[in-house]
């Protein structure tokens, strides 16, 4: 056979199937392979350490060896140790969570806030017993009449003027059936809806909220919003802002790629729009200019409108992320959905959407983030959010001087919100991922 | 062998003698842009009938096909399957494409459903069946197309072949009237083409009335009644397997021919 090569082979026998070789040395193999393998990577090891450990050795003696937790100024502080002084904190950490809420009524954000949970439980957690989605949708509006209080017949008005707006949809089409067009008599009850809806709010809500309170009056005592503070007022627009953006930016989205030229002019004039303008703007619009358009005497919150235009924010740039979710999706897929004849909403709801949304977490997850911290521009208008609380409490004879302890409590705070919705995230990403195991 | 063979064309010509017209297109034009795709077409197919489609890539054959289910539209001329004539009505087109099942070339399974999801989304969303019966059928189906073990699994997890044959399960458990297959087996390893035109044949000799976009000679010879060759948008040639590929008339099906068989 020497010197002679032949190309001919024929396996044997079948090899079985065996494990992968297991990985030896533990913790120090581990170590030697990922940290010390090679001149260069042993340096950048060791001078990463030791800028670990210099920033450890500052942090920790101050935030946690030397801090004091009690004591009635700044003054106070530095008698005891020239650490952290929490003590402005454990004295004013309530009023960080609540801002001017009265104290004896506090029970009530805090019910609307564990209550909260109950609420988006079923929109997390694909375990969760469905028929709680009936309490999400109710919620908004109880938790809007645990914060703000007032008669319990303003909130349900206020459904009341949804169930009119949702009775026009639902039933004015079969009215015009065969005299119109059925897309377009949809699209007019729609209007119709949206209209009867809007006109119930502005002007009859009250007057409804009136009469039956004269016959039955149950209710809250109420809270101004003026009282409204801190991070209860952060969570208030955040948690309102996120659950409103992603509906709308889901119709907006569709609706950009709808071949009817109204519809997609809107949409897309709507999202350029507000994408265009700095957040700020419009909040200055929500604070003075919105009044101006207004019916005169409507009485019409300063938070809510805030809570409006930080959602027509998100949107718009949900509205994109989506698309791009969207654009993602192979064509094949629509036209798979369209062979079967499944319509326009039925394709959108069980085969497009379900894939778009998937591929757009990230992105989503990533404007849900960005709008919660910009809820923090809203001092901008004189609201009172965490930043806003800041001013006051430096401007105290007592606790001037202060800054690192609460800029770094502000931070925690939003910090632990926008860290579990990334991990909210991820849990989610690695849950629907079916594709390709 | 030839001689059994064209006998074999005449008997399957006798078979659907029925005269029931299932998809009728008369004078059908359809541009891309300024680009001519389809030019005058003009076929009749009767129920029953199975027409192999073949021709050079870019020669609009899955144009036509798709015309017929409205996924493309067209321009000028007239499309009428089943009775109905495909207008811009959307009631129209929906209800055509219920009765005309689809069958692509990258399969275009819905990678977030399992395969009985797949296969039970459109007779539950579209047709209203109850849950229980859709998945009764698309159980039976399933089995029909010899992946009932699968059911459960996600298409990510499943072979190119098989995933097709889930695509041919979701299509039939539409219980459609016609099925279009735009080059089904493509995209496929050669060892999976065959488990795919093995379901295809069978499907052929329950009665279906199929159209299929493809390259497969040796399955248009088993099944075909008709073969048509298109180029340049246009219908070349058309006839019956044996007379097609043994005696072709026009020199640019005598070429391609040529240049398929030459392996």
Redesign the interface.
């Known amino acids: 056979m020497a010197g002679e090569k032949s190309v001919a082979f024929v396996a044997e026998r079948q090899i079985p199937p065996s494990p992968p070789p297991v990985k030896t040395g533990g913790a120090l193999g581990w170590a030697r392979d990922n940290l010390f393998s090679g001149v260069f990577n042993t340096v950048a090891t060791l001078l990463s350490l030791a800028f670990v450990a210099y920033i450890l050795a500052m942090v920790v003696p101050w935030l946690f060896l030397d801090s004091v937790w009690n004591a009635s100024s700044l003054q106070g502080c530095r008698e005891v140790d020239d650490g952290a002084c929490l003590a402005v904190i454990n004295e004013r950490f309530l009023q960080f969570v609540f801002g001017f809420y009265p104290e004896e009524l506090r029970w009530r954000p805090i019910l609307a806030f564990v209550l909260l949970f109950v609420a988006i439980w079923p929109a997390l957690f694909s375990s969760a017993p469905r028929k709680l989605l009936i309490f999400s949708a109710l919620y908004p509006l109880l938790a809007y009449w645990l914060i703000w209080g007032g008669s319990l017949w303003g909130p349900v008005g206020a459904v009341v003027g949804l169930a009119i707006g949702w009775a026009c949809i639902r039933f004015l089409p079969p009215l015009v059936r065969g005299r119109l067009d059925e897309g377009l008599a949809f699209l007019a009850a729609v209007g119709a809806g949206i209209l009867a809806t809007a006109l119930w709010w502005l002007f009859c809500v009250t007057a409804f909220e009136d009469a039956l309170g004269a016959v039955l009056a149950i209710g809250l005592e109420p809270v101004e919003s003026a009282r409204l503070g801190g991070f209860l007022l952060s969570t208030i627009i955040g948690v309102s802002g996120i659950a409103g953006s992603l509906p709308i930016g889901i119709v907006l989205a569709l609706g950009r790629q709808s071949n009817l030229i109204l519809i997609k002019a809107v949409c897309v004039g709507f999202i350029e729009f507000i994408r265009g303008v700095p957040l700020i703007t419009l909040l200055f619009v929500a604070w003075l200019l919105l009044s101006y358009f207004l019916p005169p005497g409507t009485e019409f919150d300063l938070i809510l409108r805030v809570v409006i235009m930080v959602t027509a924010f998100a949107s718009a740039y949900m509205a994109e992320v989506i698309r791009g979710g969207l654009a993602g999706l192979p064509r094949g897929q629509y036209e798979a959905a369209d062979s079967l004849g499944l319509d326009y909403w039925k394709s959108m709801r069980l085969i497009i959407l379900p894939q778009a949304l998937k591929i757009s977490i990230p992105g989503i997850v990533n404007t849900f983030i960005g709008l919660f911290k910009d809820t923090t521009l809203v001092i901008i208008i004189g609201l009172l959010d965490p930043v806003g609380l800041l001013q006051p409490i430096r401007a105290d004879q007592n606790w001037n001087g202060i800054v690192w302890e609460l800029y770094g409590f502000i931070a925690l705070f939003f910090f632990i919100f926008c860290f579990a919705m990334s991990r909210y995230s991820m849990y989610l990403e690695r849950n629907l991922d079916v594709g390709h195991r | 062998m030839t001689a059994a063979a064209t006998e074999r064309d005449e008997e399957r010509r006798a078979m659907t003698a029925s005269g029931e017209v299932a998809i009728d297109i008369a004078g059908m034009n359809k541009w891309f842009g300024e680009f001519h795709v389809l030019r005058d077409i003009n076929l009749t197919v009767y129920r029953g009938e199975r027409i192999v489609v073949c021709g050079p890539s870019g020669s609009g054959k899955s144009t036509l096909i798709r015309c017929i ?3 493309e539209g067209h321009q000028t001329g007239r499309i009428t399957v089943e009775g109905t004539e495909l207008s811009s009505d ?2 129209n087109i ?2 055509i ?2 009765e ?3 069958c ?1 070339q ?1 399969f ?5 459903l ?1 395969v009985i999801e797949n296969c039970t ?2 007779p539950i ?2 047709r209203r069946e109850p849950k229980k019966e859709a998945e009764d059928r698309a159980r039976y189906f399933l089995e029909r197309v010899k992946i009932g073990d699968q059911a459960l699994k ?4 499943l072979s190119g072949g098989q995933q097709q044959r889930v695509a041919i399960a ?2 039939l458990c ?1 219980q459609p009237r016609i099925m279009l297959f735009d080059e089904p087996t493509s995209a496929l390893d050669p060892e999976m083409i065959k488990e795919v035109l093995d379901v295809m044949v069978d499907l052929a000799e329950s009665g279906m009335t199929m159209l299929v976009v493809s390259h497969e000679m040796g399955f248009a010879r088993q099944v075909a009644h008709r073969i048509i060759f298109m180029d340049e948008g246009q219908i070349v040639e058309q006839n019956e397997p044996e007379a097609f590929f043994n005696n072709p008339q026009s020199e640019r099906t005598k070429l391609f021919l040529s240049q398929i068989l030459s392996h």
Request: glycine content about 6%.
């Open positions: 289910n409205a996924l959307i009631k929906d209800r494409r219920s005309v099942g689809m692509f990258h275009n399974l819905f990678p977030h399992s989304l459109a969303w579209v996600y298409p990510g997890q979701r299509s539409m």
